[in-house]
């Protein structure tokens, strides 16, 4: 029998091998899973919902197609975490809200299908601020996810919980999403690999807003290959998402191969405006010249874009107060005081300055290609300093005040959200107090493949895998 911790740090790709030569039974890995996750998240509240009973019947039925020579998928067997912002039939949804607290779908979502139909166990949902509204994972539902590496210390979010979880060994690969940043910040945050794909690589289904080209479903996992696999599962065009990119996924575990040289990469600290921690921009631009190494010519560069931040808290804050607003009006106790804040600013927001941010959102996007037509890639510091307290976050960073408010903090994330192009966060380094810090891989309009396999060649010469957190 494999040792249980070994198994929950193992990489999906290997146990998926392991599993189809029946070298290790679908339970066994199981179990050794949930018993990790029992043992720890009661001090890193990475789940709000186990799904343990449900979980193990799913493993045992895989047990059994192995052992009978039935058909076997990708990920067969695999232990996924699911966000609760997700449907999974028969499985409590909350959004993180207590307006949700018992409701439970009769469906599946989209991303949520494809992984059980590839042969995935779902294990439960992970925790997430209310509707996904912020940065740090805190609900009124439950204590706040903790960051596996200093319990003191924020997960980051929306994605707090799925990335907490695959840093703690609840199993290698979490499902997750990010409208601004939330698969790329808590995994900087936490140590581990994040990717926001294309915009419609995964359909995003279901969805309040299927026109907002903005929420990007995508995988977090402990290494780059794993992400690749679990995308190459999730991805994939389907009707009900009407933005869906309409044509057939490439095999993004392949695309890993093959190295980077010769690629003419864009180095920028900050994007021109973006205040970073002096520790997180030393240690992020060690990263980005790496790929020197790796055969780029790298070169530092500012976008000379306009700051989108003011409009785009516009277009995110008009867009909460028209979905929650009614919610905080029937039961104003039942909202977060940092959603409150949003819906109140939001509730401000005029018709024409509507329409003016759109605009402004066309002429970014006009101007950020105009710029990436002379890169391959465009490398940046992910998260701008490392995790702060899960009760309050900083006040300022590198002497610039940051915007309490909650959404769009943090303008090295949100603005590959605003073009829709892949963008990934990669482990790079360590704080002097022990803190992960996150080097961002950007790729141009659906440079999904050449995303992956850059960061895989980054993972190549500074793996971070190894390295777990001192639980």
Known sequence: MADATELCFTPATELAGRIRTKELSPVELLTAVLARMEALDPAIHAFITVDAERAMVAAREAEATLMHGGPLGPLHGIPVSIKDLEPVAGLRLTYGSKFFEDHVPHFDGVAVGRLRRAGAVVIGKTNTPAFGHKDMCDNLLMPATRNPWNLERTSGASSGGAAA?????????????????????????????????????????????????????????????????????????????????????????????????????????????????????????????????????????????????????????????????????????????????????????????????????????????????????????????????????????????VQQVAGGRWPLMYPFNLTGWPAASVPCGFTAKGLPVGLQIVAPWHQDARCLRAAAAFEAVRPWALRRPPL
Not at 337 to 342: K, N, R, Y
Not at 381 to 399: L, V
């Open 165 to 401: 979880a695959v840093a703690a060994g609840f199993g290698p690969l979490a499902h997750g999403s990010d409208g601004a940043g939330s698969i790329r910040i808590p995994s900087a945050l936490c140590g581990v690999f994040g990717l926001k794909p294309s915009y419609g690589r995964v359909p995003h289904w279901p969805a309040a807003d299927l026109w907002g080209a903005r929420s990007h479903p995508g995988p977090l996992a402990r290494t780059v290959r794993d992400a690749a696999l679990m995308l190459g599962v999730m991805a994939g065009p389907d009707p009900r998402d009407p933005l869906s990119i309409d044509g057939p996924p490439e095999d993004y575990l392949a695309a890993c191969d093959g190295g980077v040289r010769g690629l003419h990469v864009a180095w920028s600290p900050d994007l021109g405006y973006a205040p970073v921690d002096t520790e997180v921009r030393r240690r992020t631009a060690v990263a980005a010249h790496c790929f020197e190494e790796l055969g780029c010519e790298v070169e530092e560069a500012n976008p000379g874009w306009d700051h989108p931040g003011p409009w785009h808290a516009v277009i995110y804050r008009a867009s909460i107060a028209g979905r929650l607003g009614p919610l905080a009006d029937q039961r104003p106790e039942w909202i977060d005081h940092s959603l409150a804040q949003v819906i109140e600013l939001g509730r401000a927001v005029t018709a024409r300055e509507l329409l003016d941010a759109q605009a402004s959102r066309t002429r970014f996007y006009e101007q950020a290609m105009t710029f990436m037509a002379g890169y391959d890639l465009l490398l940046t510091p992910a998260m701008p300093c490392p995790a702060w307290s899960y009760q309050q976050p900083p006040a300022e960073i590198d002497g610039t005040p």
